[in-house]
């Protein structure tokens, strides 16, 4: 009778993650199918400026696109014409070039689904060298002092399109080692691997280092190092036993770069999916549109699947059996104090913002451009001979501010559909694929574009790393043993949430939160710089990177005073979280 009620639930919970799933891929493809008529532009005069952007249109020739695309008959006929064409094939034509879709798509998808791969491989190699030295002492049960983890947070601070250029600059022009731009092959694939995966790869790589000493710490760990058990099979079970928490970020990390590379993929001229999605969305090119969100949608829910499947294997039956121990962390003194580190963080920052705001940030001197950091401009000027350092600190409290509230909407976001994680699991598998571009195009279109426009756009997809999080770990916790015993002895679900369930899911969260700060001040930025969110000339960490990317080779200072400060508030916001977090995890009371 348990055996056909366990396998009823698990039934059930199957066709609740499927029907999330649906619902929501079929939510993204209508709300993609309705764009052109949500931005609230004549699709026929976009359409036709991008035949011909010189052309002035008549009504005669807008009449005539009109009655070539069928856009009279509305949003939903096109939907159902362009689902209906899909099982012969036949993903209709490109509003712009004429030509068929499905060719287009497919050749920009194997391009991104390489480039994916390769980035993966990098992201791998990071996070292990990331956490070398943990699983080395931990390992040799020589792990005496933890870490900030301030490395890991420059390294996931560096904005990808600046660590693009630097590579194609150096690597591809300068040295010649790599190609700078197209795709021609393997060696292509080497420099824009590189710049997606080596900030990925240093934030997967800080989330696991953060976990390891608790597997290490965990009774099976000590007892095989008094057995002599090999410090690598010890090595290799703790990270076992600590990936599958973290096994899920996978997912929004690396697989959404096969649609959200755009800026790698216009530096790199890289044909990819993301590129052509963003182009078709530009010119409200609907078929090539749709179909490319469509191959977005199956990709998240295929590597949903497969990240479900390796964290149930990596589990084991433990998982199934409601027998998985609960991770405690050790309490271990950090070599060099958080709170040393989050203080010289703060002070240089307040520092730069107090000088900052002395100054005028939209004053032009025309006879100052692109000068280097001198006495009079200390951070030097940009290519409208504006004061960087004034420009900087201005633009602090705004681009803290609305990060800070984007991401705090969204890890509280994630936490909730994460806690209904047969429901939401679906619609994050599918969400995480939807690149933050889109997502501003779709919001754009109702809202206008503004720095309100591109934070509800962050927002809509900036979750789903959060969702996975929380349900990946509320999986693990609830097959604990001690959540169990309260659950044997009568314990309700208040009280499982409050004393077992938030404790193990909260913190976390929180550091992933704080990790992932800078990206969310990056993704602002990158619509911005498309039109889509902050405009000129108000100043913005995220558009200053934007808008002086172009002269990072010939004036440097106009990128360094920002990303700097990027960095400095990343190194902030996880020292500040390794100080509260210093005493170790709080341990459950007994039930």
């Not at 050749?107 to 943990?134: E, H, I, K």
């Not at 010649?176 to 080596?198: K, N, T």
């Not at 280092?209 to 760990?221: G, I, N, Q």
């Not at 998240?300 to 059996?321: D, M």
Request: glycine letters at 10%; a positive charge; hydrophobic letters at 50%.
């Amino acid at each position: 009778m348990s055996s056909a009620s366990a396998g009823a639930g698990v039934r059930t919970a199957r066709w609740r993650t499927g029907a999330g799933r649906v619902a929501a891929g079929a939510g993204l493809l209508a709300a993609v199918a309705l764009l052109p008529w949500l931005s609230g532009t004549d699709p026929a005069l976009t359409v036709l400026r991008a035949r011909a952007a010189d052309q002035d249109p008549t009504p005669a020739q807008l009449a005539a696109v009109r009655e070539e695309l069928g856009l009279d008959q509305g949003a939903f006929t096109h939907f159902a014409q362009w689902l209906g064409g899909l099982p012969r094939g036949d993903a209709g034509t490109s509003w712009v070039s004429g030509e068929p879709v499905l060719p287009q798509v497919t050749s920009a998808f194997a391009v991104s689904l390489t480039l994916m791969l390769g980035a993966l491989v990098v992201t791998v190699v990071v996070a292990a060298l990331v956490c070398a030295r943990t699983l080395r002492l931990g390992s040799r049960r020589r792990l005496r002092r933890a870490r900030a983890g301030t490395g890991a947070a420059v390294l996931a601070a560096l904005p990808k399109f600046l660590l693009a250029s630097l590579l194609a600059t150096v690597c591809g022009v300068w040295l010649g080692w790599f190609p700078s731009s197209g795709w021609e092959g393997p060696r292509s694939m080497v420099l824009p691997a590189l710049a997606l995966g080596i900030p990925s790869g240093a934030m997967i790589g800080g989330l696991l280092d953060r976990d390891l000493p608790a597997a290490f710490h965990e009774p099976w760990a000590r007892t095989w190092y008094a057995f002599g058990f090999p410090p690598g099979l010890t090595a290799r079970n703790a990270v076992r036993r600590t990936l599958p928490g973290v096994l899920p970020q996978l997912l929004p990390t690396v697989v959404a770069l096969v649609g959200g590379a755009v800026a790698v993929e216009k530096i790199f001229n890289i044909p990819g999916l993301g590129r052509l999605a963003l182009d078709a969305a530009m010119t409200q090119d609907l078929p090539p549109l749709q179909t490319a969100a469509l191959v977005l949608v199956l990709l998240g829910v295929a590597a949903g699947a497969l990240v479900q499947a390796l964290r149930r294997a990596l589990l084991g039956p433990a998982l199934r059996a409601g027998a998985l121990p609960a991770l405690h962390a050790p309490v271990l003194p950090h070599r060099r104090s958080p709170r040393l580190i989050a203080g010289c963080c703060a002070a240089v920052l307040l520092a730069l913002v107090v000088a900052g705001l002395l100054r005028d940030p939209l004053y032009v001197d025309t006879a100052a451009r692109l000068l280097p950091p001198s006495a009079a401009h200390p951070l030097g000027t940009d290519a409208l001979g504006r004061d960087l350092l004034a420009r900087l600190g201005h633009g602090a409290l705004r681009t803290t501010g609305v990060a800070f509230a984007v991401t705090a909407v969204c890890a509280a976001t994630g936490l909730l559909l994460g806690m209904s994680a047969r429901v939401g699991l679906g619609l994050t598998e599918v969400v995480a694929t939807l690149p933050a571009v889109l997502a501003g195009l779709l919001t754009t279109a109702v809202t206008g574009p503004s720095v309100w426009g591109a934070a509800c756009a962050v927002c809509l997809v900036g979750w789903t790393p959060y969702a996975a999080q929380t349900a990946a770990l509320l999986e693990q916790e609830r097959a604990s043993g001690h959540v169990l015993a309260s659950i044997v002895i009568g314990a309700d679900r208040p009280y499982l949430l409050r004393r077992h369930l938030l404790p193990a899911v909260l913190p976390a969260v929180l550091r992933n939160s704080l990790l992932r700060l800078p990206t969310t001040v990056l993704v602002l930025a990158s619509l911005g710089f498309l039109g889509l969110g902050e405009q000129p000339p108000t100043p913005e960490w995220g558009r200053l990177l934007s808008e002086n990317q172009p002269y990072a080779e010939l004036a440097p200072w106009t990128v360094l005073g920002p990303a700097c400060a990027l960095v400095l508030l990343s190194v902030l916001a996880v020292t500040a979280a390794a100080s509260r977090g210093s005493g170790g995890r709080v341990r459950h009371r007994p039930a």
